[in-house]
């Protein structure tokens, strides 16, 4: 069991590292880094679930943690997949690192 | 029942025949085309039949009236309506009944045209025969109008059939735009008329017509006789009819004599009560038919084709159906009217047959050896021309001519001047009318025209050609029984004629055929006259509208054009110096005009005042005045440039494209971008919760 204030400091680090995530994501052109982004954005709600499970005493929050990490790694997986496709470009498109390069959509 | 409710059905056969054979979305092969075209054209005279008949029974008093429909606007009421009295179902029986006789001839006549066109042609010709039944059925004035412009419309495509021929087109457009100068005035007046009334309905805007003011009168009236002259070809718009003949001959045996050309005189018939209540407009009327009717028959006379001539003979003879209807005699003008369609169209129909057996030549001289090659067409276009020359006591023409004259001599003082005058022109009327039947007996090759394709000349042959020449010659040599009952129908008593009168009545067409023998065998010598080369070109009046209208108005709209304030042009000083040295004393008026010529021009000019093109010669009088009203404009707009309201609309076009591309930057296709809106928008909606 923990107190009120544990509580409050958690959730409070969870917001801090959905923030800095999302920073990241929106702040790097790299594709790499704008997944590591994402991974870290996924953190902060694996986080808070834990915070409120303890709080509660409830083990739901644990197992919501372990639904988060499948998540986090189905994310990754495509994520990752998609980048080597990117990386893997036709030679004529050439090889895309940074996302800025893939706004044909625009068009 | 009210019988006048049948007359709805009249014309919508053959509007029916016009939407199918215009609409129809598949390709249809001449012979199809023509029946569909001859049997919805012929079926309005088997429903004006019964309806002629119940009306010489008496059904037609008082007049009924068969509503179509009520458009209301506003306060007004307009009250669509066919109308049954005697004028309409004469009329209309005469427009229905020679339509079917012309249809069924041109089923023969257009044998030999391409498909597409017989198909143009019968859809043409049954909307004309539906609009012609709309003008003359009509109760009101807004189907009186619109019937008059569709035949004005179907005359103009009709005429410029032969769409490959530049002739026919140009006398498609001349007949259109002459047309429709009369129609205008038609229009005016009937819009005064109804604003007069209150109502559209005829039989409203007669009795307000004659209640006007005599000044508001005069106008209508005069109004009302423009539109009618227009469309009947009387003078001063005389000229697009002999141009109108490049049609197909059913056309011009149909509209261009029987029964379009004689709308005006419908017209006038059909409002003959105003006519009767403004007396001046009235002498004009009649001065004008009488005018028309001689120099018609002078033309005829002179004409060296037959089509001409019968162009210039329906000019004349709707001249003396004016000349009744200004003498207020508008049952002689219908029976005219029933008289010279019967005769006009036998005319024109035999002429066709006998021009084809000629090899498709026109030419009066041409005609010889038509009695030989087809004796049956010589035989009918003879009955024609006889009962156009009016023959005393034998033909139909006769007895209308008679009654027209009757109305002349019964007209007073100047009615026996006017008797005398019409039987002058009806003298010269049986001059051509015998100077043709004498061309067409002449001996003259079997063959004519060896060298042109003989595929004409099995005309005769056929029965659809056959029947109307027969059907229209009876009716042209007896038709005269018909002339009582109309003048019954119409309520006009028949004019009684002293004997002497009807004796120079009679010798008087005999005179002219005696004149036209004469002329006849005399050779052509008379032909090549000044007087008559001026005649055959119909008094040369397009020349003269030409040189005296026409090239006057468009000088002036050049040098209204053109014109340029602040351009003046002096004379070069050496030469004008010589000039007046040279001069002699007296000759102001030489030297004026060699200074003109002398003159260079020199330009003042202030920036801003430009003119298109350097104007022509020194006009001072017309530059001050156009410079005046430029100036005038300019100083009364100048408050008003630029436009706000312009500006104002100009502005807000261009703030939407700004706009459009301000947020067309937005989309960047950055996926950062993309994100960063979309945390700032889950961040504001959080703040917001």
């Known amino acids: 069991m923990m107190g009120g204030t544990m509580l409050i400091a958690l959730l409070a680090a969870s917001g801090g590292l959905f923030v800095a995530g999302a920073f990241g994501l929106v702040s790097r052109r790299g594709v790499l880094f704008q997944l590591i982004s994402i991974e870290i954005m996924l953190g902060a709600p694996a986080l808070a679930f834990i915070a409120a499970g303890a709080y509660h005493g409830n083990a739901a929050g644990q197992g919501m943690y372990v639904l988060v990490l499948a998540l986090a790694a189905a994310e990754a997986a495509l994520g990752l997949a998609l980048y080597v496709r990117l990386r893997r470009g036709a030679a004529a498109e050439g090889s895309v690192g940074d996302s800025d390069g893939i706004s044909e959509l625009k068009r | 029942m009210n019988i006048a409710y049948l007359l709805l059905l009249a014309p919508a056969p053959a509007l029916a025949g016009f939407g199918f054979l215009a609409l129809a979305p598949f390709p249809m092969t001449r012979r199809p085309a023509a029946l569909i075209g001859a ?126 021929r530049p002739r026919a087109l140009v006398g498609a457009r001349k007949a259109f735009v002459m047309t429709r100068i009369a129609d205008a005035a038609l229009l005016a007046a009937l819009l005064l008329l109804f604003l007069e009334a209150g109502s559209v309905r005829l039989a409203d805007l007669i009795p307000a017509g004659v209640a006007m003011t005599p000044e508001r009168q005069a106008m209508v009236a005069a109004l009302l006789l423009v539109g009618a002259l227009g469309k009947s070809a009387q003078l001063p718009f005389q000229t697009w009819l002999p141009t109108a003949m490049v049609g197909p001959t059913p056309v011009s045996a149909l509209l261009h004599s029987a029964t379009m050309v004689a709308a005006g005189a419908f017209l006038l018939a059909r409002l003959a009560p105003i006519f009767a209540a403004a007396p001046m407009v009235a002498g004009v009327t009649a001065a004008i038919g009488l005018a028309t009717a001689i120099f018609g028959a002078i033309c005829a006379l002179a004409q060296t084709d037959a089509k001409q001539m019968l162009a210039y003979s329906s000019i004349s003879q709707i001249g003396f159906m004016v000349l009744a209807l200004g003498l207020g005699a508008p049952g002689a003008a219908m029976a005219h009217f029933v008289i010279h369609a019967f005769f006009k169209s036998l005319l024109f129909l035999s002429a066709g047959v006998l021009s084809h057996s000629a090899g498709g030549s026109t030419a009066i001289r041409a005609l010889a050896g038509g009695s030989a090659r087809a004796p049956m067409a010589f035989l009918a276009l003879a009955a024609g021309a006889a009962s156009l020359a009016g023959l005393p006591f034998v033909t139909a023409g006769w007895y209308s001519k008679e009654a027209v004259l009757a109305a002349a001599w019964d007209a007073g003082v100047i009615g026996k001047l006017l008797w005398l005058l019409s039987l002058g022109a009806a003298a010269v009327t049986a001059a051509y009318a015998a100077r043709l039947i004498l061309a067409a007996a002449a001996p003259g090759a079997m063959n004519a025209a060896p060298n042109t394709d ?86 040369q009046v397009d020349a003269r509208y030409q040189a005296f209208v026409v090239r006057p108005f468009r000088r002036f709209k050049n040098r209204i054009a053109r014109a340029d304030p602040f351009e003046i042009r002096l004379p070069m000083p050496k030469v004008a110096a010589a000039e007046a040295e040279a001069a002699p004393i007296g000759g102001l008026l030489r030297r004026i005009s060699r200074w003109r010529r002398a003159r260079r021009p020199i330009r003042i000019r202030l920036p801003g005042w430009r003119a298109a093109e350097p104007v022509a010669r020194l006009d001072l009088v017309g530059q001050a005045t156009v410079s005046a009203g430029t100036f005038i404009t300019r100083l009364a707009t100048r408050a008003l440039q630029p436009d706000r309201i312009d500006v104002a609309g100009t502005g807000a076009a261009r703030a939407v494209g700004g706009f459009a591309e301000f947020v067309r930057r937005v989309q960047t296709g950055r996926v950062r971008d993309y994100l960063f809106a979309l945390a700032l928008g889950v961040g504001v909606l959080l703040l917001f919760a």
Do not use: Q
Request: glycine letters at 12%; hydrophobic letters at 55%; a negative charge.
């Open chain 2, 39 to 164: 049997v919805a054209g012929a079926a309005p005279f088997f429903i004006m039949l019964p309806v002629l008949f119940h009306c010489f029974g008496g059904g037609c008093d008082p007049a009924k009236i068969a509503p179509i429909m009520t458009l209301t606007f506003g306060e007004t009421d307009v009250a669509l309506a066919l109308g049954l009295d005697g004028l309409s179902v004469i009329a209309g029986t005469t427009v229905s009944g020679i339509g079917a006789l012309v249809l069924l001839y041109a089923v023969g006549y257009m044998a030999e045209e391409r498909g597409r066109d017989v198909r143009r042609f019968f859809a043409l010709m049954n909307l004309f025969v539906a609009g012609m039944l709309s003008v003359t059925l009509a109760a009101d004035s807004i189907v009186f109008f619109l019937g008059w412009e569709i035949i004005g419309l179907c005359s103009f495509f009709l005429i410029g059939y032969y769409t490959d």
């Open chain 2, 454 to 539: 003989d595929r004409h000349s099995d005309d005769l042959a056929r029965p659809s050609i056959r029947a109307p020449l027969v059907a229209l010659a009876i009716l042209a040599l007896l038709g005269g029984v018909l002339v009582g009952p109309i003048l019954h129908l119409l309520h006009e008593a028949h004019h009684d004629l002293a004997f002497i009168a009807v004796a120079l009545g009679a010798i008087a067409p005999l005179l002219g055929a005696w004149v036209g023998y004469r002329l006849h065998a005399g050779g052509d010598a008379w032909l090549h006259t000044p007087f008559m080369r001026d005649a055959r070109r119909g008094g």
